[in-house]
T-cell receptor
Framework: ETGVTQSPTHLIKTRGQQVTLRCSSQSGHNTVSWYQQALGQGPQFIFQYYREEENGRGNFPPRFSGLQFPNYSSELNVNALELDDSALYLC????????????FGPGTRLLVL | GQQLNQSPQSMFIQEGEDVSMNCTSSSIFNTWLWYKQDPGEGPVLLIALYKAGELTSNGRLTAQFGITRKDSFLNISASIPSDVGIYFCAGQRGGSQGNLIFGKGTKLSVKP
């Protein structure tokens, strides 16, 4: 186990709704990255948070937003959900040190109907 | 989004066989990582490579960081049933580009 936890494990929403996913990083880690993994694909980078600020963003629209808290835990918020947002959402924590090996949580499975 | 070229896409193994898979990119990475993902789980780190030419082992797993920094391979020796799963390579540029770029995965299954 990596020590990275995510909640909830599963979620069902309808199109147009908003969702918040949560991640607790591994002890000693100060950076959290979020990824979206569609079925049969590799994870795609959404954004990364370091010291409570966004530190890099992938090709995702602004309705994907996030937060990092002083204890380094993080939230991913998605507004105006679309059917294509159905995926496994993974968070990974790391320690910003130059060799930032990322350790993943178990993910949140989101289904948008 | 960008993905690395990972091959083969899938393969069947018989217990005891050696397995090889590789990953290539059109651009340079400073770090290569190999993860394994079981159904319903997050990716688990197997091996991390930080220097071009580096060859690193983790039990029956061996991975190499290509000299050109544009490729990596993973070998599994004497496979066992619990090796079944999806293996992902990931490249990382580092610094302000700390995000991982993943391959599409290699699915390992047991020969019927």
């Amino acid at each position: 186990e990596t020590g990275v936890t995510q909640s909830p494990t599963h979620l069902i929403k309808t199109r147009g709704q908003q969702v918040t996913l949560r991640c607790s990083s591994q002890s000693g880690h100060n950076t959290v990255s979020w990824y979206q993994q569609a079925l049969g694909q590799g994870p795609q980078f959404i954004f990364q948070y370091y010291r409570e600020e966004e530190n890099g963003r992938g090709n995702f629209p602004p309705r994907f937003s996030g937060l990092q808290f002083p204890n380094y835990s993080s939230e991913l918020n998605v507004n105006a959900l679309e059917l294509d947002d159905s995926a496994l959402y993974l968070c990974a924590s790391s320690y910003a040190s130059g060799q930032e090996t990322q350790y993943f949580g178990p993910g949140t499975r989101l289904l948008v109907l | 989004g960008q993905q690395l070229n990972q091959s083969p896409q899938s393969m069947f193994i018989q217990e005891g066989e050696d397995v090889s898979m590789n990953c290539t990119s059109s651009s340079i990475f400073n770090t290569w990582l190999w993860y394994k993902q079981d159904p319903g789980e997050g990716p688990v780190l197997l091996i991390a490579l930080y220097k071009a030419g580096e060859l690193t082992s983790n039990g029956r797993l061996t991975a190499q960081f290509g000299i050109t920094r544009k490729d990596s391979f993973l070998n599994i020796s004497a496979s066992i049933p619990s090796d079944v799963g999806i293996y992902f390579c990931a490249g990382q540029r580092g610094g302000s580009q700390g995000n991982l770029i993943f391959g599409k995965g290699t699915k390992l299954s047991v020969k019927p």
